[in-house]
């Protein structure tokens, strides 16, 4: 087992800027375990890994300190949903022709 991401004695925002670049250089699946003893890092961590698919597997409050055992990608979706294309004249689309700000018809003078 590696060691751990030792965090103890960083402040906010830093614990979890540190875990998310660490988890970052992670294979998808292998675990990472991280002590903080930041209390806002109880907050910042596991939202940290909720936004970046990673699965908090645990914390374990040690004293003034915490470990958090997380499992690099695990809530990733296996494949990634490919982009919907855009059909001509939907909205958003630059290809799209635009409706006439005057109303829509043509003017005759």
């Known amino acids: ?4 991401l030792d965090l103890r004695g960083l402040k906010c925002p830093l614990p979890a800027m540190l875990a998310r ?10 675990r990472l375990v991280v002590l903080a003893d930041d209390p806002m890092a ?3 961590i596991p ?4 936004r970046e698919g990673h699965a ?6 040690h004293g003034v300190y915490a470990e958090f055992a997380i499992r690099a990608g695990a809530a990733r979706p296996e494949v990634a949903a490919a982009p919907e294309e855009a059909a001509p004249g939907r909205k958003g689309d630059p290809a799209a022709p ?6 829509g018809s043509p003017r005759r003078h």
């Not at 670049?21 to 292998?30: E, F, R, W």
């Not at 939202?47 to 909720?50: A, D």
Request: net charge negative.
């Open 21 to 30: 670049k660490a988890l970052g250089k992670h294979a998808c699946g292998s």
């Open 47 to 50: 939202h940290m890994c909720h």
């Open 98 to 103: 635009h409706p006439d700000p005057g109303g």
């Open 1 to 4: 087992m590696e060691d751990p």
């Open 56 to 61: 908090l597997e645990g914390v374990t409050r």
């Open 42 to 44: 109880l907050v910042d």
